[in-house]
């Protein structure tokens, strides 16, 4: 044979020739007597044919591994009806006079087992089809390989006007390099079978080596995992490459045709590159994966019934790029351009902007399921039907739904109002939605809903279901001034200003309280939390609570703001605002915001109570003027009758005469401290009494009592006492102080506090008080013998029946 010309050699021709002497050399002539159809005479030159239109890259060529052992050693791959279809595609119709591979016919005989193959029961009139599956099976070698091999070494599958050489020596076996082919072998079935032998023989199966009838080592020539030169081309001067051998199926090609091509021979493809090269390996690598796939990868049974109706290698799949893998009670195989998938539910091609999304969501182990369909048209793509669903492509891409989803979806009018779909369905719950150009669609135990439009917009932007708002409880309904559709924890109102997530509470109450015309649009979303909810509208703002739903507005809601609103010390809105004489007022869990022509303000906790209690706005202290302020570890809070004085001692107004003396005296940052009760009314007066003291107004004015003086007061009996009222502050005199009363004065020196009053005390002040020779008293007037009697530090001063005495020391 001519290696290099497209035909392949045998190593070791001779021996193996013996071995099969021994077995059957009757089967051998009475197959010549049989098959061989014409005479050397009339046999023709080989006529090459056209290469098919190549898929294959001769780069990808792997001098070590040609093909796997899987593939080339499973004779299972294709039923006879599967070959004689392949045969008629690669020669729709014969030249006239010829007879093509697709209409082959002879008569075969049997040939009893060997190690190598099964018994082959001959019978009269087998096609090639026929002969090659029965071969493959017998054998154990790819149908594949063998038609493969046909064409390398003769043209037969593509040739459309065979000739009766190209029968006689259809797989060139028995045709070495060095002589030229033996008669012995001649004929399509004899060649075969002996090829396949030949193939499988190579090996070195059980049953064959040392001590058998087949006793030649193949096993010895480019041994399996070991490196061995192999040349380019029967001309050793050609030189050749060192190539580590990966398997049986690369070996046994080896064995049959001994030459690798060279980097010339694959960068010609189906081309001739020079006499140095040979093409037999090349070309058997450029068929097979032309014509099924790489020759690396299995694709059988439903898998490769499917591959193979859609066009195999030449369809949109091209070519393999790993084995069928077995998965969760069905096979999948991967291929360049998609997949395909098999179950109890068949095999189906998954591919494209579907197959992208199926494999995104863990294919046949999501919700979908396995394929049980292939891809059809739509108007806007197309789609794909799986156990749970289905996939559809549009120009945005390609969405999962699932079937509940789905059967929503086609339901009448649904598809026309929502649109296409815009993202994949979820399950929540139990239930599942799915989101589309023209809303969301939503199905589950409490039913099929839809959220579209502006409201559909603003569900999916709060996050749909899965958001704070839950499920749709009905559809959109009218409202004043707009549309709301309820969900199970919150509603969305929306106007010509838009749509916008609330509580259902609020949706009630924006509906209740006039809605647009009243409260305006919607400024912004809710805000939803356990405790309530709220949201800002034109108007105002609306909050809900357990104490109810309310409008917070003008400058109340500016004032409420302004302090943290529900956050803040005011806390949740009990009322609506409420109009009273001269402004406005509205009551919340932490206090009052009190509106008038001063502004608005704040009257909260303690001081809230106190306001209240003493009559509130209507009361002596009427609207206030200011926010309390934290002041000296309290509050205080200015109103126009006067303040609040709030700290662990109480809350307690400080107004009239007592307010402004307090505020002039510092109010709590005095020495007077924090009121401890309110001013109390007297005869003639009032006072209030302080931490530090105490202030006292009568017609003279206020004033403070305080000190030592203030407790030397108190023991005289206040202003009810001897006393009477103070008609002046504590006072600093000389080294000491003074505090003017009614009726007399009280002096504080280191020598002690005492009261200075009647005669005494009028001549004691007449000449100077503590500033005068006499200095402060050493102690109150006392009765000596009838007279009245006080000492002073300088002198005394006495008071009988004879008159008044001042003696000096």
Not at 499 to 509: D, E, L, N, R, W
Not at 665 to 693: C, H, I, M, V, Y
Not at 762 to 788: K, V
């Amino acid at each position: 044979m001519r290696s290099w010309a497209g035909e392949t050699g045998i190593a070791g021709g001779t021996s193996l020739g013996e071995e099969l002497a021994k077995t059957a050399a009757t089967a051998l002539r009475r197959a010549f007597a049989i098959a061989l159809t014409v005479t050397l005479a009339a046999i023709v030159a080989v006529v090459s044919s056209p290469a098919p239109a190549q898929a294959a890259n001769a780069g990808d060529f792997q001098a070590g591994n040609i093909i796997s052992d899987d593939v080339f050693f499973n004779g299972g791959t294709m039923s006879e009806a599967k070959i004689q279809s392949f045969l008629n595609s690669k020669v729709p119709s014969c030249r006239s006079g010829y007879t093509c591979l697709r209409d082959y016919r002879q008569d075969t005989y049997t040939i009893d087992a060997t190690p190598m193959c099964a018994r082959y029961d001959g019978a009269r009139n087998e096609t090639a089809a026929r002969m090659i599956y029965k071969v493959a099976v017998t054998c154990g070698i790819n149908p594949q390989a063998l038609l493969v091999m046909l064409q390398k070494e003769q043209g037969l599958v593509n040739d459309d006007w065979p000739s009766a050489r190209q029968y006689r020596s259809a797989m060139g076996a028995g045709c070495p390099d060095t002589a030229d082919c033996d008669v012995n072998y001649y004929g399509f079935f004899n060649q075969l079978h002996y090829g396949a032998y030949l193939l499988k023989r190579y090996t070195q199966p059980a049953g064959t080596g040392a001590g058998t009838e087949y006793s030649s080592r193949f096993d010895l020539s480019y041994p399996v995992g070991r490196t061995s030169y192999i040349q380019y081309n029967p001309n050793a001067a050609c030189g050749g490459q060192n190539v580590y051998i990966t398997n049986q199926a690369t070996h046994a090609l080896y064995v049959y045709t001994p030459y690798t091509p060279t980097s010339a021979a694959l960068a010609a493809g189906y081309g001739s590159a020079g006499n140095c090269s040979a093409y037999g390996n090349r070309n058997f690598f450029l068929y097979f994966t032309d014509w099924f796939g790489p020759a690396q990868f299995l694709t059988t049974g439903w898998i490769g019934d499917k591959y193979y109706s859609i066009g195999g290698v030449t369809s949109r799949l091209g070519m393999p790029l790993e084995n069928e893998q077995a998965v969760d009670g069905g096979a999948v195989q991967d291929f360049a351009g998609g997949s395909i998938y098999c179950s109890a539910a068949g095999a189906y091609v998954v591919r494209g902007w579907i197959g992208d999304k199926y494999a995104a969501l863990r294919a046949n182990t999501s919700y979908l399921g396995w394929p049980i369909a292939d891809e059809e048209s739509t108007t806007s793509g197309a789609r794909q039907r799986f156990q749970g669903g289905q996939i559809i492509t549009t120009t945005r891409g390609a969405f999962a739904l699932a079937t509940p989803v789905m059967d929503a979806y086609q339901a009448a009018g649904v598809a026309k109002v929502l649109g296409t779909p815009t993202g994949d369905s979820q399950q929540l719950n139990g239930s599942y939605f799915a989101e589309f150009s023209g809303g969301t669609l939503l199905v589950g135990p409490k039913g099929t809903y839809t959220a579209r439009g502006s409201i559909g917009d603003k569900y999916r932007d709060v996050g749909g279901p899965s958001s704070w708002l839950g499920w749709p409880l009905g559809k959109a309904r009218s409202m004043k001034g707009g549309t709301v559709q309820d969900f199970e924890n919150g509603s969305i109102i929306a106007t010509s200003a838009g749509a916008f997530a609330t509580s259902t509470a609020i949706a009630v109450g924006y509906d209740k309280m006039g809605g647009r015309a009243v409260v305006g649009d919607p400024r912004r979303d809710g805000v939803v939390k356990s405790s309530g909810s709220s949201q800002v509208f034109k108007n105002g703002s609306i909050l809900a609570s357990s104490k109810g739903t309310f409008l917070v507005r003008g400058w109340i809601a500016d004032r409420y703001a302004l302090l943290g609103s529900q956050t803040g010390d005011l806390g949740w809105p009990t009322s609506n605002e409420k109009a009273i004489s001269g402004g406005a007022r509205q009551t919340f869990t932490g206090g009052t915001v009190v509106s008038s022509a001063a502004g608005a303000y704040a009257v909260i906790g303690a001081i809230a109570d106190k306001y209240k209690a003493d009559g509130a706005e209507s009361g002596a202290l009427g609207f206030p003027l200011a926010d309390a302020v934290s002041k000296n570890s309290g509050r205080e809070q200015r109103f126009q009758g006067g303040k609040i004085e709030s700290s662990k001692a109480g809350a307690w107004s400080v107004r009239g005469w007592i307010g402004d003396k307090y505020s002039a005296l510092g109010a709590s940052s005095s020495p007077l401290r924090w009121p401890t009760e309110d001013e109390k009314s007297l005869p003639n007066g009032a006072r209030q009494t302080f931490k530090g003291g105490y202030i006292y107004s009568s017609a003279a004015g206020a004033f403070e009592s305080r000190g030592w003086i203030g407790d030397k007061f108190q023991a005289s009996g206040g202003q009810s006492g001897y006393l009477g009222y103070p008609i002046s502050d504590e006072r600093p005199i000389g080294s000491g102080v003074m505090q003017s009363h009614q009726y007399g004065a009280v002096l504080c020196s280191s020598a002690g506090t005492f009261v200075v009053r009647g005669w005494i005390g009028d001549r004691y002040l007449a000449l100077g008080g503590a500033t005068s020779r006499l200095g402060f008293p050493l102690g109150d007037e006392r009765q000596s013998g009838g007279d009245a009697v006080q000492d002073f530090k300088g002198g005394r001063i006495v008071v009988n029946a004879k008159g008044i005495t001042v003696t000096y020391k």
